[in-house]
T-cell receptor, first 117, second 114 residues
């Protein structure tokens, strides 16, 4: 069984400040890990994913995340927040044993990011 | 333009009246999925499909059916909707484009069951 915990349902940061969104996962098998972004009234967009190899993963819009197996974490960061980053962010996990996961994705409950001008 | 389309976008219905939400993708993707999104619960996977005629249950399949007769279409069927199926539904597809994996979500279908 897999699960994802996103600490903080709401996070506010000032424009230009560091963005840090936390994600911890639980998985009995090697995980694939994902971050998605959802802008208001839109579907989800894949920001980045960790499958194998380098544990620091770079995604779109300047975001990156680091897979830390010892901490079972996959936190999302961006050095400098922009107003356009305001959205809801979801962390997700799937089973790595079957290529890009077996398509059975388990999502966290989401973190709403607000940018303060 | 690569896209996932869902219809209808908004639907109000009554308990017990069968309905179908269609999902279509134009990217020849093998993998398709359905999710529901509820406040405080995030997205939960209902069903997914690895290819034509291959479907499997996600985390919350009860009360839903799917079919995958063609690669491009993956309809979600509610045989007897109930108020607890009031939700925002997303269809997604995933596959290769120019040797890169791509994933797209549809715009969502907001369903209210009275």
């Amino acid at each position: 069984a897999q699960s994802v915990t996103q600490l903080g349902s709401h996070v506010s940061v000032s424009e230009g400040a560091l963005v840090l969104l936390r994600c911890n996962y639980s998985s009995s098998v090697p995980p694939y890990l994902f971050w998605y972004v959802q802008y208001p009234n839109q579907g989800l967009q894949l920001l980045l994913k960790y499958t194998t190899g380098a544990t620091l993963v770079k995604g779109i819009n300047g975001f990156e995340a680091e897979f830390k197996k010892s901490e079972t974490s996959f936190h999302l960061t961006k050095p400098s927040a922009h107003m356009s980053d305001a959205a809801e962010y979801f962390c997700a996990v799937s089973d790595a044993r079957t290529n890009f996961g077996n398509e059975k994705l388990t999502f966290g409950t989401g973190t709403r990011l607000t940018i303060i001008p | 333009e690569a896209q996932v389309t869902q219809n209808p976008r908004y639907l109000i219905t009554v308990t017990g009246k069968k309905l179908t939400v269609t999902c279509s993708q134009n990217m020849n993707h093998e993998y398709m999925s359905w999710y529901r999104q509820d406040p405080g619960l995030g997205l939960r996977q209902i069903y997914y499909s690895m290819n034509v005629e291959v479907t499997d249950k996600g985390d919350v399949p009860e009360g839903y059916k799917v079919s995958r007769k063609e690669k491009r279409n993956f309809p979600l069927i509610l045989e007897s909707p109930s108020p607890n199926q009031t939700s925002l539904y997303f269809c997604a597809s995933r596959g290769l484009a120019d040797l890169q994996e791509t994933q797209y979500f549809g715009p969502g279908t907001r369903l209210l069951v009275l």
